[in-house]
């Protein structure tokens, strides 16, 4: 039963974040953030449900961290709606995501076999990125700053969700690995299609279609922690 409102729950909200990219394409930007809201607050509930069923304090921070996304989301595109105070509110948003990686990742942390090798792998591979993302794109200064502690967050996060699922690999950490990973591409892609020469239509689709797919499956690992 639990299981058949969670998958008509996420349905729901693909078709809301479907909606949301085609509104959004077409700059109609006060629905746009409705449909994201509501798109966000789907996965939100699934996070709830999942608490309620399980109870533990992993289920208790992955929520804060989903709650923190959906935030973020909405910060995200409310600044098309405010051309003084769009970078400012965009930065913002970016601040909410940061806190909502940070609350993943003290989930995961219990739950690690091999933290150190974990961390240290993914500020390697964060700093690797970063280098080339520098050296690729012209970014201000404050983006800049923001993107170090942001994407050093969220590939540390990913690391040490990886580092669990090698230690011990079962449905769970599966799950919230794959969700971590497509986090990480989805925020990649979204750098590049942001602060990149060309902003394409097909790359707005691929880093919100894996952004709400991880948010989905993140949210579903709790019920098998």
Do not use: W
């Amino acid at each position: 039963m639990i299981l058949g409102t969670v998958f008509a729950i996420g349905i729901v909200g693909m078709i809301l974040q479907a909606a949301f990219i085609i509104i959004e394409h077409k700059e109609r930007y006060v629905p746009a953030v409705i449909l994201k809201g509501s798109a966000s607050l789907m996965f939100v509930i699934i996070g709830i449900m999942a608490y309620g069923a399980r109870g533990t304090s992993f289920g208790k921070l992955v929520l804060y961290g989903l709650i923190c996304g959906a935030i973020g989301d909405i910060l995200l595109n409310l600044r098309y709606l405010s051309k003084d105070n769009g970078q400012k509110i965009f930065l913002a948003g970016i601040a909410v995501f940061f806190a909502g990686h940070i609350m993943y990742l003290i989930a995961l942390i219990p739950l690690s076999e091999n933290l150190v090798i974990s961390v240290v792998a993914g500020v390697i591979i964060a700093a690797i990125l970063l280098t080339y993302i520098f050296h690729t794109l012209s970014v201000k200064i404050a983006f800049k700053i923001f993107g170090i502690f942001y994407i050093g967050a969220i590939v540390i996060m990913t690391a040490v969700a990886i580092g669990n699922l090698v230690a011990l690999s079962d449905g769970f950490r599966l799950i919230f690995a794959l969700g971590a990973v497509l986090f990480t591409v989805s925020d990649v892609v979204l750098i590049f299609n942001t602060f990149g020469d060309k902003t394409t239509f097909t790359r707005r689709i691929i880093n919100l279609s894996c952004y709400y797919i991880a948010q989905l499956l993140i949210a579903c690992s709790v019920f098998m922690s």
